[in-house]
């Protein structure tokens, strides 16, 4: 294990900056999110949860697919994946347990069968450096998903005090990393890490949302659930905006969309909400037309769909961004209290 | 460079059929005029209209056809109404085959089957029809039920009158929804027309058209003492991705553009009422 | 706050027992002292979760538009803020007025937790306020904060009162203050073209699109919003470019120019924390300057600026800063 | 294709000109016929009042390439429908200050009021804007950069 004192830290950012593109974050107008770092950009690692998660690094909000010039009756469709090549190679920083964890979750989605080049192409040049928490809050329920939020996986995990940041590798792509940094760094922190896990560790067991009960959530269930009462009480003050699908870390649904320039057409991608009451809407008809299915939906993916589809894997991973940031406080915990099963008081 | 499932390929348009006064059949073919690529009955490809949009559409001609693939398109919606003002030589995007096929070389293997459709529906079923009767021998016998609000809705009618309704061991019964000068066939709603003709219930069924058409014919070959497990359906959802990725086409665990479009009715109980 | 609570809870049960209205529209109890969320009561058994606190902030009149359509009356609080917007959704016919039961109450300001959290404070486990001192008890321990430093923004300047009201719960009058509300929008209005492009390049790329603003807006009443409308050519689920960062917030704003009564809840719902309430305040604040003084939701009639006109108004080029040349 | 020559290219800006049917838009084709000269790059369209011009057309315009807008109008009092320009007025009014709030440039919009008969003045107006934009320079603040991809 390795260390390198905080104030080192801008020339740990500017060392790596050397070779790669950093992605860490960053405060901006007040908030804190993930953006490309630069010299005089203030860097917040002490910032529990940025209001977008890291997904957007392989998952952008907005992304182009492709372009079509269009002449007369002709179409070409011209791929603009070339670009990636002359990408630089990518540093994300500073990743969450939880977050990690949701990088995990998208994987499964993207790189199944048939692959997302898109996404494949920015996971496979990026190398992560996670971050262990060490002051987690009353919103916070990653232990429910089994996420250790203080031995995050990762290419590199780190761990940060009040003096230092601790460093260890993971992976090859960890090893290559740390190479590249090995004159900032000096050996040690073993001891003050395994303190810093012990305390962190004593906070989790007694956050409020520590102990939640999923034992419902399971395909057989399905009809059950989907048919539940509650959802109608659940849902009643739901604005239907998108806040809760665009900070989560595991949200992925999207919509192609095209962009008449004055050239021709770009095709791009871009983030959908399940809780937009076009998301389903087809010349002809809805599948859902009223909220109360559309959010029994978002929360049915998270906690049954998706586990049915991916052998148990939740797509919830205890961020708690939702839990923070609903404008009118529905969150996906207050789903679990009620329908997860008998021991959530 | 990997391949790229959401990059389309470009087609052209060779030719363009008026089916009725809402429904077109277009023919495509790639730049190199050969066949832009294989799929099996039921399948659908993602066709789209740069700077207008992309939308999902069943191959209506059969896989065996080693030509050209057909669409037959409905006027309505945004994307159709430009795709019907197109003429010959007008190239679009393809982009699939995706989602399920219907099991013609598994479960219908030597039965007798039963198709039944109505309006646009016939669109996937054509398909599986003229595959059906490319491999005719591997089939029993062949029963079609076919009904449309009037006699210009009933798509492809000319197909059905000069090729189908002159096979032997085929039974095409048309029926429209009232009575029209003109037409000295069956007036009534299809799936009135089913429970009369008594068909005989251990045929395996195929049902496509619109959903309240498909509700009360199930009901009424379940009355006749057809089995759920061998009754196929077909759904429709928004889809953008077709791959099972965007998120928006599910049925409870089930994607329509993946797991679907055809459906066993027994699976679809399974399902959570959303479609 | 409590003995206001628990006299709302008495009149919700006894406007349910009676049946004079069918269903109460208010706030239910969170999973902490601080995540209230609206909820409709429509028997006294549902009335266990019921709560008013120093944490809601939420408007309530947006939601009378869907349910003051079912069958019978409904009776809602409504705090002073809430009132203005609640008129101007009867005005432009959007709740019928006779189907509603407006019981309106008392608020000493709400309380913003992220704000409170920024302070520091985390794990909170109760929250008591004695006039101006935010007294929270957490896991970590015991912390006062100045009540004016964490409550929330809309409540920062805010010196409204009931607009409509068909009977009142209100034990401690709030004491009329000298605030200028426009003091933010002058501060821009003072600086360079460049600084104030600069304020709002970097606040605008903070959004997410996620709507939050426009959903919870009481003045976005429209059926179907043109941005969700793909016949607009201007629909999008994402801000593709800079330009639609400005173009949603800019087309919103003036939208609501006239009729936007400052309730606020932009701002408060808005992820990023973008200060949107000063976009709508700058047409407040020039429609004001230009026309004569209004305040949007003062009543439930009349012509609002921008469906009126004099002859004598300034002509566009005439207009700087908010003022007439 | 990088440009190799030095030279720095001239800069024409793209004018959008909303005009009354009723008023300037004859006032533009009076200029025509009276032989003014105003610049090439004003795109004149035509609207059946100033009043129908909503927000969201000057902002596609700025969208779509525009480096000014500029709208036209029948005089306070004289219009068609008696009324449209007074509204047009306020709206206006309120939009520029408030794009200007937004820290876009106040000189790329200009609201003007021209009649069937002034074939002169339209020419001057217009005259008069394109010089004020091209001082300006290219639009930078409210414009979309897809719209520009490939040129």
Same mark, same amino acid.
């Given at each position: 294990?390795?260390?390198?004192?905080?104030?080192?830290?801008?020339?740990?950012?500017?060392?790596?900056?050397?070779?790669?593109?950093?992605?860490?974050?960053?405060?901006?107008?007040?908030?804190?999110?993930?953006?490309?770092?630069?010299?005089?950009?203030?860097v917040?690692?002490?910032?529990?949860?940025?209001?977008?998660?890291?997904?957007?690094?392989?998952?952008?909000?907005?992304?182009?697919?492709?372009?079509?010039?269009?002449?007369?009756?002709?179409?070409?469709?011209?791929?603009?994946?070339?670009?990636?090549?002359?990408?630089?190679?990518?540093?994300?920083?500073?990743?969450?347990?939880?977050?990690?964890?949701?990088?995990?979750?998208?994987?499964?989605?993207?790189?199944?069968?048939?692959?997302?080049?898109?996404?494949?192409?920015?996971?496979?040049?990026?190398?992560?450096?996670?971050?262990?928490?060490?002051?987690?809050?009353?919103?916070?329920?990653?232990?429910?998903?089994?996420?250790?939020?203080?031995?995050?996986?990762?290419?590199?995990?780190?761990?940060?005090?009040?003096?230092?940041?601790?460093?260890?590798?993971?992976?090859?792509?960890?090893?290559?990393?740390?190479?590249?940094?090995?004159?900032?760094?000096?050996?040690?922190?073993?001891?003050?890490?395994?303190?810093?896990?012990?305390?962190?560790?004593?906070?989790?067991?007694?956050?409020?949302?520590?102990?939640?009960?999923?034992?419902?959530?399971?395909?057989?269930?399905?009809?059950?659930?989907?048919?539940e009462?509650?959802?109608?009480?659940?849902?009643?003050?739901c604005?239907?905006?998108?806040?809760?699908?665009?900070?989560?870390?595991?949200?992925?649904?999207?919509?192609?969309?095209?962009?008449?320039?004055?050239?021709?057409v770009?095709?791009?991608?871009?983030?959908?909400?399940?809780?937009?009451?076009?998301?389903?809407?087809?010349?002809?008809?809805?599948?859902?037309?009223?909220?109360?299915?559309?959010?029994?939906?978002?929360?049915?993916?998270?906690?049954?769909?998706?586990?049915s589809?991916?052998?148990?894997?939740?797509?919830?991973?205890?961020?708690?961004?939702?839990?923070?940031?609903?404008?009118?406080?529905?969150?996906?915990?207050?789903?679990?209290?009620?329908?997860?099963?008998?021991?959530?008081? | 460079?990997?391949?790229?499932?959401?990059?389309?390929?470009?087609?052209?348009?060779?030719?363009?059929?008026?089916?009725?006064?809402?429904?077109?059949? !277009?023919?495509?073919v790639?730049?190199?005029?050969?066949?832009?690529?294989q799929?099996?009955?039921?399948?659908?490809?993602?066709?789209?209209?740069?700077?207008?949009?992309?939308?999902?559409?069943?191959?209506?001609?059969?896989?065996?056809?080693?030509?050209?693939?057909?669409?037959?398109?409905?006027?309505?919606?945004?994307?159709?109404?430009?795709?019907?003002?197109?003429e010959?030589?007008?190239?679009?995007?393809?982009r699939?085959?995706?989602?399920?096929?219907?099991?013609?070389?598994?479960? !219908?293997?030597?039965?007798?089957?039963?198709?039944?459709?109505?309006?646009?529906?016939?669109?996937?079923?054509?398909?599986?029809?003229?595959?059906?009767?490319?491999?005719?021998?591997?089939?029993?016998?062949?029963?079609?039920?076919?009904?449309?609000?009037?006699?210009?809705?009933?798509?492809?009618?000319?197909?059905?009158?000069?090729?189908?309704?002159?096979?032997?061991?085929?039974?095409?019964?048309?029926?429209?929804?009232?009575?029209?000068?003109?037409?000295?066939?069956?007036?009534?709603f299809?799936?009135?027309?089913?429970?009369?003709?008594?068909?005989?219930?251990?045929?395996?069924?195929?049902?496509?058209?619109?959903?309240?058409?498909?509700?009360?014919?199930?009901?009424?070959?379940?009355?006749?003492? !057809?089995?759920?497990?061998?009754?196929?359906?077909?759904?429709?959802?928004?889809?953008?991705?077709?791959?099972?990725?965007?998120?928006?086409?599910?049925?409870?665990?089930k994607?329509?553009?993946?797991?679907?479009p055809?459906?066993?009715?027994?699976?679809?109980?399974?399902?959570?009422?959303?479609? | 706050?409590?003995e206001v609570?628990?006299?709302?809870?008495?009149?919700?049960?006894?406007?349910?027992?009676?049946?004079?209205?069918a269903?109460?529209?208010?706030?239910?109890?969170?999973?902490?002292?601080?995540?209230?969320?609206?909820?409709?009561?429509?028997?006294?058994e549902?009335?266990?979760?019921?709560?008013?606190?120093?944490f809601?902030?939420?408007?309530?009149?947006?939601?009378?538009?869907?349910?003051?359509k079912?069958?019978?009356?409904?009776?809602?609080?409504?705090?002073?803020?809430?009132?203005?917007?609640?008129?101007?959704?009867?005005?432009?016919?959007r709740?019928?007025?006779?189907?509603?039961?407006?019981?309106?109450?008392?608020?000493?300001?709400?309380?913003?937790?992220?704000?409170?959290?920024?302070?520091?404070?985390?794990?909170?486990?109760?929250?008591?306020?004695?006039?101006?001192?935010?007294?929270?008890?957490?896991?970590?321990?015991?912390?006062?904060?100045?009540?004016?430093?964490?409550?929330?923004?809309?409540?920062?300047?805010?010196?409204?009162?009931?607009?409509?009201?068909d009977?009142?719960?209100i034990?401690?009058?709030?004491?009329?203050?000298?605030?200028?509300?426009?003091?933010?929008?002058?501060k821009?209005?003072?600086?360079?073209?460049?600084e104030?492009?600069?304020?709002?390049r970097?606040?605008?790329?903070?959004?997410?699109?996620?709507?939050?603003?426009?959903?919870?807006?009481?003045?976005?009443?429209?059926?179907?919003?043109?941005?969700?409308?793909?016949?607009?050519?201007?629909?999008?689920?994402?801000?593709?470019?800079?330009?639609?960062?400005?173009?949603?917030?800019?087309?919103?704003?003036?939208h609501?120019?006239?009729?936007?009564t400052?309730?606020?809840?932009?701002?408060?719902?808005?992820?990023?924390?973008?200060?949107?309430?000063?976009?709508?305040?700058?047409?407040?604040?020039?429609?004001?300057?230009?026309?004569?003084?209004?305040?949007?939701?003062?009543?439930?009639?009349?012509?609002?600026?921008l469906?009126?006109?004099?002859?004598?108004?300034?002509?566009?080029?005439?207009?700087?800063?908010?003022?007439?040349? | 294709?990088q440009?190799?020559?030095?030279?720095?290219?001239?800069?024409t800006?793209?004018?959008?000109?909303?005009?009354?049917?009723?008023?300037?838009?004859?006032?533009?084709?009076?200029?025509?016929?009276?032989?003014?000269?105003?610049?090439?790059?004003?795109?004149?369209?035509?609207?059946?009042?100033?009043?129908?011009?909503?927000?969201?057309?000057?902002?596609?315009?700025?969208?779509?390439?525009?480096?000014?807008?500029?709208?036209?109008?029948?005089?306070?009092?004289?219009?068609?429908?008696?009324?449209?320009?007074?509204?047009?007025?306020?709206?206006?009014?309120?939009?520029?200050?408030?794009?200007?709030?937004?820290?876009?440039?106040?000189?790329?919009?200009?609201?003007?009021?021209?009649?069937?008969?002034?074939?002169?003045?339209?020419?001057s107006?217009?005259?008069?804007?394109?010089?004020?934009?091209?001082?300006?320079?290219?639009?930078?603040?409210?414009?979309?950069?897809?719209?520009?991809?490939?040129?």
């Amino acid at each position: 294990m390795y260390r390198i004192s905080k104030e080192k830290l801008n020339d740990l950012y500017a060392k790596i900056n050397e070779t790669s593109g950093l992605y860490i974050p960053v405060k901006r107008a007040g908030e804190v999110n993930y953006a490309v770092w630069g010299e005089g950009k203030e860097v917040s690692l002490e910032t529990l949860k940025t209001v977008k998660s890291p997904k957007s690094m392989f998952f952008p909000q907005t992304e182009n697919m492709m372009k079509f010039k269009t002449d007369g009756k002709n179409i070409e469709v011209i791929d603009v994946r070339e670009q990636f090549d002359e990408r630089r190679p990518f540093v994300l920083f500073g990743v969450k347990a939880c977050d990690y964890k949701a990088i995990e979750v998208l994987d499964k989605v993207f790189l199944g069968d048939p692959v997302d080049s898109y996404y494949k192409m920015r996971r496979e040049t990026t190398t992560i450096v996670t971050l262990a928490c060490s002051r987690p809050e009353e919103s916070c329920f990653c232990k429910v998903f089994d996420v250790d939020a203080t031995a995050p996986q990762g290419d590199v995990t780190t761990w940060l005090d009040a003096e230092y940041l601790y460093w260890q590798a993971n992976t090859e792509k960890g090893e290559a990393l740390t190479a590249l940094v090995q004159e900032l760094l000096e050996e040690g922190g073993e001891t003050e890490v395994a303190t810093q896990q012990a305390q962190t560790k004593a906070v989790i067991e007694r956050l409020p949302f520590s102990n939640l009960d999923l034992s419902r959530f399971t395909p057989e269930n399905l009809n059950a659930l989907f048919n539940e009462k509650e959802w109608e009480e659940m849902s009643e003050a739901c604005l239907g905006c998108g806040t809760c699908t665009f900070v989560c870390p595991t949200c992925q649904c999207f919509d192609i969309r095209d962009f008449k320039t004055n050239e021709g057409v770009i095709r791009y991608r871009c983030w959908d909400s399940c809780m937009y009451s076009d998301f389903t809407l087809m010349a002809h008809g809805n599948s859902r037309t009223t909220q109360m299915q559309r959010f029994r939906q978002r929360f049915m993916h998270k906690l049954v769909y998706y586990p049915s589809q991916y052998d148990g894997t939740y797509s919830c991973v205890g961020c708690g961004r939702c839990v923070n940031k609903c404008p009118q406080n529905l969150n996906i915990v207050k789903v679990i209290k009620t329908l997860g099963g008998k021991n959530n008081d | 460079m990997i391949e790229e499932t959401l990059i389309p390929k470009v087609g052209v348009i060779t030719d363009v059929r008026k089916d009725t006064p809402d429904v077109k059949t !277009f023919r495509v073919v790639g730049t190199d005029g050969k066949k832009l690529f294989q799929h099996m009955p039921g399948q659908c490809a993602m066709v789209s209209v740069p700077g207008v949009g992309e939308c999902m559409f069943s191959i209506t001609s059969s896989p065996t056809n080693e030509e050209y693939m057909e669409f037959s398109i409905k006027k309505c919606g945004c994307v159709t109404e430009v795709i019907h003002a197109m003429e010959v030589g007008q190239q679009i995007t393809v982009r699939g085959p995706y989602g399920k096929n219907f099991p013609v070389e598994e479960d !219908f293997k030597g039965k007798d089957l039963l198709f039944i459709a109505g309006g646009i529906g016939l669109a996937p079923l054509r398909s599986v029809i003229n595959y059906v009767r490319h491999y005719r021998d591997h089939y029993g016998k062949v029963v079609i039920v076919y009904g449309a609000r009037s006699k210009d809705d009933l798509v492809d009618i000319e197909e059905i009158q000069t090729e189908w309704m002159n096979e032997p061991n085929i039974e095409v019964y048309l029926t429209i929804d009232r009575p029209q000068e003109g037409w000295d066939g069956h007036v009534g709603f299809v799936p009135a027309y089913v429970k009369e003709l008594g068909l005989d219930p251990n045929m395996t069924a195929v049902l496509c058209g619109p959903p309240i058409m498909i509700k009360f014919t199930l009901a009424g070959l379940l009355e006749l003492g !057809f089995e759920k497990s061998r009754v196929y359906t077909t759904l429709e959802l928004r889809m953008k991705c077709g791959v099972g990725k965007c998120g928006r086409c599910n049925v409870g665990d089930k994607f329509v553009c993946k797991d679907g479009p055809v459906f066993r009715m027994t699976e679809l109980d399974e399902l959570p009422d959303e479609y | 706050m409590k003995e206001v609570e628990m006299k709302m809870l008495e009149r919700a049960k006894a406007l349910l027992e009676s049946g004079e209205v069918a269903r109460v529209v208010a706030w239910k109890k969170g999973d902490f002292c601080f995540d209230p969320s609206p909820a409709v009561f429509e028997s006294v058994e549902e009335l266990d979760t019921f709560v008013y606190d120093w944490f809601c902030g939420a408007n309530l009149s947006k939601y009378l538009i869907q349910i003051a359509k079912k069958e019978g009356k409904t009776a809602v609080f409504l705090k002073p803020c809430d009132t203005y917007s609640f008129n101007q959704l009867v005005k432009e016919h959007r709740i019928d007025r006779e189907k509603v039961y407006v019981i309106a109450v008392e608020c000493l300001a709400k309380l913003d937790v992220e704000k409170m959290k920024a302070k520091g404070v985390s794990m909170i486990e109760s929250v008591e306020v004695v006039d101006k001192d935010v007294h929270v008890k957490t896991a970590y321990g015991e912390e006062t904060l100045y009540k004016p430093d964490v409550v929330l923004t809309k409540c920062e300047t805010c010196n409204k009162t009931h607009q409509a009201k068909d009977e009142e719960i209100i034990l401690h009058e709030r004491p009329e203050r000298d605030v200028n509300r426009f003091a933010e929008v002058e501060k821009l209005e003072a600086m360079t073209e460049d600084e104030r492009f600069a304020f709002w390049r970097n606040q605008l790329s903070k959004c997410i699109r996620c709507n939050a603003c426009r959903n919870v807006c009481p003045a976005c009443s429209c059926v179907k919003c043109v941005f969700d409308n793909p016949a607009s050519g201007i629909s999008a689920k994402a801000n593709d470019d800079q330009f639609e960062e400005q173009l949603f917030h800019i087309i919103r704003a003036f939208h609501v120019a006239g009729r936007c009564t400052d309730c606020g809840e932009c701002s408060r719902v808005c992820p990023q924390n973008i200060p949107l309430h000063l976009l709508n305040r700058k047409f407040i604040k020039d429609i004001d300057g230009l026309y004569g003084e209004f305040q949007a939701g003062e009543t439930t009639e009349g012509k609002t600026p921008l469906t009126s006109f004099t002859e004598g108004d300034v002509e566009p080029k005439d207009v700087f800063n908010g003022e007439a040349k | 294709m990088q440009d190799v020559s030095t030279e720095k290219k001239e800069f024409t800006p793209n004018i959008v000109a909303f005009c009354c049917n009723w008023c300037s838009y004859a006032g533009a084709d009076l200029a025509g016929s009276s032989r003014l000269t105003y610049p090439a790059n004003v795109k004149i369209i035509r609207v059946p009042c100033s009043c129908r011009v909503n927000p969201m057309f000057v902002l596609k315009a700025f969208q779509r390439g525009a480096d000014g807008v500029i709208l036209c109008g029948c005089h306070p009092g004289d219009c068609h429908y008696v009324t449209g320009n007074y509204y047009t007025r306020r709206r206006m009014a309120l939009l520029y200050s408030f794009l200007n709030y937004m820290g876009i440039e106040k000189e790329r919009t200009r609201v003007e009021w021209v009649s069937a008969a002034e074939g002169a003045r339209f020419a001057s107006v217009m005259n008069d804007f394109v010089k004020q934009v091209t001082e300006l320079g290219e639009n930078k603040r409210l414009t979309d950069l897809r719209v520009k991809e490939g040129e």
